[in-house]
């Protein structure tokens, strides 16, 4: 998944420097940020939450709160800021999350098999 993150980034780094707009690579980074943070918030959720019927019902209340606070935190400063630079990070937000998701169903299918179902 790093790699590909890694080859999106410059293909969005390059594209926004010869575009003439280099200062919106940190809005990029920024929408890298919040997704990295609700990725974390799913992945605790799975983790930690499933050794005590507890700490699952705790997770699950908590889980929504972070991953969506996170994201409109962020997404309405970037909008303040300019709309241009809110478009660049839910570029990343979403480039991040879809890049996580496809890694996780690639590496999913990859172990059940091709003749397999989930």
Known sequence: MLKLLA???LIGFFGLLSAG???LIG???VGYFAASVCCWSLTNRMSSGSF???KAKRQLQRG????FGSLILI???TAQISTDAFFVAS???FLFLTLAFGCLLASRLCKTGKNQTF
């Open 91 to 93: 570029i990343g937000y």
């Open 21 to 23: 707009r280099g200062w």
């Open 75 to 77: 997404l309405s400063v």
């Open 52 to 54: 005590d019927l507890a």
């Open 64 to 67: 929504p709160l972070v991953r």
């Open 7 to 9: 080859g999106c980034t």
């Open 27 to 29: 809005a990029l980074f």
